[in-house]
């Protein structure tokens, strides 16, 4: 039997995945290893998208590191900057006008519906299904149309600003709106459809990239891809904030822990999201026409953190101020940084090669949002983020 498992040992063999790949837009780095067309093993190396964030938000106002924020990743800009508004307000002791709570809330909504059919076509398009990443992505343009009409853009909406928004929602466009949001919901019925029925879909995703909920757990991963092991957790209900607590809606989950479920609890999620925008945009009405909580933007010594639930999952936003206009420490956790590094090794192993496309896009993996750094002095334990004085001393002791 040893002589067996070392001759199989020596027919594998790593197969690197990027980090520049067709399969992923952005940078990210696989080995992978396989026995046969098996894979046995996955390191995850990350890291190759580092823009130096957190360092960035330390050296700019409070204002300033709005923009910051909301450009961590396009498709989730909108939780980004809200945020990192709501970690400033904790610090501040603020509450912000109701108004600017539904505008706060419509806008994440949008975003995660333009997420969730951004991911369904993702998943098609990997899954063979051109017409099908079509259709998705083209029902998405009516969730970017509804987000120019609320901020001007459709990427980053630039809506949130410390104490509140810096846009109101014209009460002519709400029926327009509504009726979008009735499309998209009979769309999304489609989609649900076409993910649970397809032949072809149910053959490459059922059984696939299993995750049990134990694992999950312990690994303690986040968003729809815990929902989809039965971890039955949404910081919008756990830990209410915006609107949340105040509207009627259900958190997705299912037991199966496969890719099959991992779609399935995403598109269930768009009904979700639809109703919460429809309560949303039946009630502004009643609000008062106040956006904004006049405050200081310099922050008195304290510490600030946000817990939100992005598209992908947990969001964590966490500041140290110095009764300055500027972080003394910035530092974020995004959901890819728990889901990646520590679902894909589970999940890859012992399935086939060619499997692997559709498993690692059912995580949604993001990795302009997962790379952090921070550098660790050993001998004195100074630890900070990148930093080119901090470097060049480092360098000059070492003698590099």
């Not at 992923?24 to 130096?52: C, P």
């Not at 505008?103 to 063979?128: C, D, K, N, P, Q």
């Not at 999620?269 to 956006?291: A, D, G, M, V, Y």
Request: proline share 4%.
């Amino acid at each position: 039997m040893a002589k067996d498992n070392e001759r199989r040992e020596k027919l594998c063999y790593t197969l690197p995945l990027g980090p520049q790949h067709p399969m992923y837009v952005e940078a990210e780095n696989l080995m992978v290893r396989v026995d046969g067309e098996t894979i046995t093993g996955v390191e995850v190396n990350i890291g190759y998208m580092h823009r130096g964030i957190e360092e960035l938000m330390q050296r700019k106002n409070y204002l300033q590191g709005i923009f910051l924020a909301e450009r961590i990743c396009g498709i989730c800009s909108g939780i980004h900057s809200v945020t990192y508004c709501e970690a400033v307000e904790n610090a501040l002791g603020i509450e912000i006008p109701e108004r600017a709570k539904y505008i706060r809330t419509i806008t994440l909504e949008l975003e995660r519906l333009h997420s969730h059919f951004l991911f369904l076509g993702v998943m098609a398009y990997e899954l063979g299904l051109d017409t099908g990443f079509m259709y998705t992505w083209r029902d998405r343009e009516h969730v970017m149309d509804m987000l120019e009409t609320l901020s001007g853009n459709r990427v980053n909406y630039g809506i949130p600003t410390i104490g509140g928004v810096r846009r109101d929602l014209p009460a002519g466009e709400i029926p327009g709106m509504l009726k979008r949001l009735e499309h998209l919901r009979k769309r999304a019925e489609h989609y649900v459809i076409l993910f649970s029925s397809d032949a072809l879909v149910r053959k490459r995703t059922l059984g696939k990239g299993n995750l049990p909920k134990g694992k999950a757990n312990s690994h303690s991963i986040v968003g729809p891809v815990a929902r989809a092991s039965g971890v039955n957790t949404d910081i919008r209900r756990d830990l209410p904030y915006l609107l949340y607590d105040e509207l009627e809606w259900n958190v997705v989950t299912r037991m199966e822990g496969d890719v099959q479920a991992r779609v399935m609890v995403k598109a269930y999620e768009i009904f979700e999201s639809i109703s919460i925008l429809k309560q949303c945009l039946n009630r502004i009405s009643r609000t008062t026409p106040e956006l904004k909580t006049k405050t200081s933007l310099f922050v008195k010594e304290n510490e600030g953190m946000s817990i939100t639930e992005a598209p992908r999952g947990e969001l964590v936003y966490y500041l140290v101020s110095n009764g300055t206009d500027r972080p003394e420490r910035m530092r974020i956790r995004t959901p890819t940084f728990t889901n990646v590094p520590s679902a894909l090794p589970i999940i890859l192993k012992g399935e086939q090669l060619a499997d692997l496309p559709v498993i690692v896009g059912s995580v949604d993996p993001c990795f302009s949002c997962c790379d952090r750094v921070t550098i660790v002095d050993e001998r004195t334990g100074e630890s900070r983020g990148v930093d080119e004085a901090f470097l060049r001393k480092l360098g000059e002791e070492n003698g590099d």
